[in-house]
């Protein structure tokens, strides 16, 4: 299974991957019945979780809901630490997460858009170094493992803080090597393997490091760099399967943009 899954991240384009991936999940969960890990999103418990990513790291991917580790913190991050689920938000998802998806526009306090530049399950299709929307209109805006596809991440920084409105907030994920100080970038790679060599992927264009914290700010927004993940227990967080790497990037938009 991990030889099959390692193929299919790899070899198969992501449109593709979105459209049949829950078709996958509904057969392959019955061969994962079990008690040892819960998926923090769907509630579903399992033996163990499938592999993902281009190393075929195991046990990582929710058989039913296709939740990921970051998938699982964020979800308990929202419960207990953000008013997501209580209060009337006009939000827009950039690169809407399968998990979240369906379980997002459920919820009636949600003014909801999705947005991408190619998924089949966004609403819009949108360049978020050019996003279609008038300034200050979103409360809350989701971005989670794009900016690293993005050649200019400034530039989609500062149009996602334009339509945020003040004092709204942003969930900003990208993968992080905790080891690395200054984020790696070289826009001379262009070519996949050599990418996937340099950065990880073959259509990573940075390896973000430590100052990502430092890029959010330059950009203009007020930035909490959230180790939530360590508020639980060893067990709790491999119960989950989280990653203790894993910090939470909650972004607001300055009041005083307002006057400006």
């Not at 790679?189 to 940075?206: L, S």
Request: proline share 4%; net charge neutral; glycine share 4%.
């Amino acid at each position: 299974m991990r030889k099959i899954i390692q193929f299919i991240v790899r070899k198969v384009p992501r449109v593709y991957l979105i459209k049949f991936s829950f078709l996958f999940s509904k057969i392959i969960s019955l061969f994962y019945a079990g008690n040892e890990h819960e998926c923090s999103i769907c509630g579903h418990k399992f033996r163990k979780f499938l592999p993902y990513g281009n190393q075929g790291k195991d046990n990582r991917l929710c058989p039913n809901c296709l939740s990921l580790e970051r998938h699982r913190l964020l979800w308990l991050y929202l419960k207990h630490e953000t008013n997501f689920f209580d209060e009337n938000h006009k939000m827009l998802h950039i690169a809407p997460e399968q998990p979240f998806i369906k379980r997002f526009r459920k919820l009636k306090n949600l003014d909801y858009i999705t947005a991408d530049i190619e998924s089949p399950i966004a609403d819009i299709k949108m360049d978020i170094r050019n996003i279609p929307f008038e300034d200050n209109i979103f409360d809350i805006i989701f971005c989670n493992h794009v900016l690293e596809h993005i050649d200019d991440d400034n530039k989609a920084m500062t149009e996602m803080l334009r339509v945020l409105r003040p004092g709204g907030w942003i969930i900003l994920q990208v993968p992080i090597e905790r080891d690395r100080a200054i984020t790696y970038e070289d826009f001379s790679i262009t070519d996949p393997k050599e990418r996937e060599k340099h950065f990880g992927q073959y259509d990573h264009v940075r390896i973000y490091g430590t100052d990502y914290k430092q890029r959010l700010l330059a950009a203009g927004f007020e930035v909490i760099e959230d180790d939530f993940v360590n508020d639980f227990s060893d067990e709790e967080i491999e119960r989950y399967r989280l990653d203790k790497s894993e910090f939470i990037y909650h972004c607001y938009k300055p009041e005083y943009k307002l006057n400006k």
